[in-house]
């Protein structure tokens, strides 16, 4: 793992994102700090959830204000640091490995991919896939299963193994577990904190689960209209936010996360 020196933070600072025609984000400002506990993003359908990480991860440039990576502007870090900064903060969103990943190729090469970009910017990676699957609870022996005979929980595990290899200091997740059943989510979730903690990795956690969003995270971020409406541990915001948006989802949470309040 890298010394706190070296490891960069991602900070959001007045952030307006979003579409042609459509800006969700509208003054978001966040910081997501490795080796910090884990926070979250929570908020009703369309309200720019994805938008931010995908405005964190440099893959949409903000309208205005700023995302930094250290120092840097992400939307202006060249060529030659991408690299790096891909490695250095790893994204899953919603459709990966469905839309940018041959699905004729193994699961083992998909990981062994990560783990190949990783060396070539620089990261020392100790984990083999196999430590990598298990560690998400699958067998070892799934290497050899080719992308389009998996199902849609194993995808996402493999998502995420992918996006481990890099010991990344910076881990954004957007629905990362939603194809498991219940039982998988959780031992799913918890190796997944617990190989955080071990390397230090920063996470920025978006679902709709919010029993996972409260076991993963210590903080949540409520966005709504635009901006960051409540903030703090998730059973505190449901319960003492008056925001309109934060009742409704209060009321609806399912009764686990209520009787966590
Ligand atoms: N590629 C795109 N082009 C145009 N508009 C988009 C695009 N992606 C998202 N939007 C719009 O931007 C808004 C925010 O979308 P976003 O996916 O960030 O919301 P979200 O909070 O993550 O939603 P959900 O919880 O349903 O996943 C929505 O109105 C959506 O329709």
Do not use: C
């Not at 230090?200 to 949540?220: C, P, S, Y």
Request: no cysteine.
């Amino acid at each position: 793992m890298a010394g706190p020196k070296s490891v960069k933070s991602l900070h959001a600072q007045d952030l307006w994102a979003g579409y042609p025609g459509v800006e969700p984000l509208r003054g978001v400002t966040l910081d997501v700090v490795p080796g910090e506990a884990p926070i979250g993003v929570v908020g009703e359908s369309g309200v720019g959830k994805s938008t931010l990480l995908r405005a964190l991860a440099g893959k949409i440039k903000p309208l205005s204000g700023s995302v930094t990576w250290g120092k840097r502007p992400v939307h202006r870090i060249g060529p030659r640091d991408k690299r790096e900064f891909r490695a250095a903060v790893s994204h899953v969103g919603q459709q990966e490995l469905v839309n940018n990943v041959d699905q004729r190729k193994t699961v083992d090469a998909v990981v062994r991919a990560g783990l190949a970009e990783a060396r070539k910017a620089g990261r020392t990676v100790s984990l083999t896939v196999g430590d990598l699957l298990e560690s998400l609870a699958l067998p070892a022996s799934f290497g050899t299963r080719q992308m389009y005979t998996i199902s849609g929980g194993e995808r996402q595990r493999v998502a995420l193994a992918r996006a481990i290899a890099s010991r990344p200091d910076i881990l954004l997740l957007d629905e990362p577990l939603t194809a498991l059943d219940p039982a998988t989510r959780l031992e799913v979730a918890t190796a997944i904190k617990d190989v955080l903690e071990t390397l230090g990795t920063g996470m920025l956690l978006v679902t709709h689960d919010l029993e996972l969003m409260a076991r993963m995270t210590q903080t949540v971020h409520f966005l709504a209209d635009g901006v960051f409406v409540a903030e703090g541990p998730l059973d505190r915001v449901l319960a003492e936010s008056e925001h309109p948006s934060v009742r409704g989802l209060a009321e609806a949470a399912p009764l686990a996360v209520q009787r966590m309040r």
